[in-house]
Every structure is written in C-alpha cells, then in structure tokens.
C-alpha cells in the first residue's frame, strides 16, 4: 500500500485555513516579516565581518552589549533606529527604497 504525502500548502490549509481567511492571511504576513528581519540580521553580519569586527567590538563602537548584536543578526528584536544605528557604526550607508516615492537615506 503507498504511502500519501501531504504537501506543506495541504498542511496549511488544514491548520490555518485556505489562503484569503483570516489567519492564513496573518501567519503568512508574520512569516514574511520574519524573513525580512532576517535578511536585515544577515547583512548586518556579513557587514560586520567585512569590516573584521567581532560582536564585542561592534556593540562596544554601539554603546551595546555583544548578546544585542547577537539578537539583532539574528533578526530580533530589529528596529528602524537599531538598523540604523548599526549600519552607521560600520560605515555602511543606508536608505530606505520606497516606491513611487524615491530613496531616502537613513544616516
């Protein structure tokens, strides 16, 4: 007898409901912003390596503990003013791309 495999888009129907109900719509919101911070955690690393800065010596230049640096690549706890503050410590220039609007530079 075969096995049937459920896919992960029949999961979430199952457990959040089709695309368009409410909570569907609200996991998939969260679950992209989750990634987006992560992507914002992942270029704050990569920047800090390039700049061959541990965690310590990026939160010392911060005025922050290594543990928040830690958060913050790990896409916790991130917010417009750490972003930017961050980026400012390492050189890195930042702005903020809005669409029909133009860029805006963050620091």
């Known amino acids: 007898m075969a096995m049937k495999l459920t896919t992960l888009d029949e ?3 199952q457990g959040l409901g089709p695309i368009g109900t409410p909570k ?8 992209e912003n ?3 911070a992560y992507n914002v955690g992942k270029a704050i690393k990569q920047a800090r ?13 911060m005025g922050m503990h ?3 640096i830690c958060r913050l ?7 417009l003013n750490s972003m930017m503050r961050v980026f400012k410590a390492l050189g890195v220039e930042c702005t ?3 669409k029909g609007i133009g860029r805006i530079a963050l620091w």
Request: aromatic share 2%; proline share 0%.
């Open 24 to 31: 569907r719509d609200e996991y998939e919101a969260r679950l």
């Open 49 to 61: 390596l390039a700049n061959n800065l541990t965690q310590a010596e990026l939160g010392e230049r």
């Open 73 to 79: 690549e790990s896409g916790k706890s991130i917010t």
């Open 66 to 68: 290594r543990a928040q």
């Open 96 to 98: 903020l791309d809005m």
């Open 11 to 13: 999961l979430k129907d």
């Open 34 to 36: 989750e990634l987006q």
